[in-house]
Nanobody, 114 residues
Framework: QVQLVESGGGLAQPGGSLRLSCVAS????????MGWYRQAPGKQRDLVAR???????TYADSVKGRFTISRDNARDTVNLQMDKLKPEDTAVYYC????????WGQGTQVTVSS
């Protein structure tokens, strides 16, 4: 059974930081491409950042220079460091694993507000 468990969401002020983590189980993590997506109310779910099994990264234009995705294969974990947060970053953030099939976490709420 595949499980992706996110943590680290919450409330931050504009300009602040949050760090999201996702621990995977039930998959061969080292062979998986991992990503973070987000979905704001009334909008579609969009890619935020992605890291391949070889460590290549891609980012949405809206987060380039502010967010950093990383992975720790020894701990089956993918992280998203979010700096210089903006109110428009407010959304539910979902962890994604691509290894043959696509798997999703349950989501964690990020709210950026003063």
């Amino acid at each position: 059974q595949v499980q992706l468990v996110e943590s680290g969401g919450g409330l931050a002020q504009p300009g602040g930081s949050l760090r999201l983590s996702c621990v995977a189980s039930g998959i061969i993590f080292g062979l998986s491409d991992m990503g973070w997506y987000r979905q704001a109310p009334g909008k579609q779910r969009d890619l935020v950042a992605r890291i391949t099994r070889r460590g290549f990264t891609t980012y949405a234009d809206s987060v380039k220079g502010r967010f950093t995705i990383s992975r720790d294969n020894a701990r089956d974990t993918v992280n998203l460091q979010m700096d210089k947060l903006k109110p428009e970053d407010t959304a539910v953030y979902y962890c994604n694993a691509q290894v043959g099939n696509a798997y999703w976490g349950q989501g964690t709420q990020v709210t950026v507000s003063s």
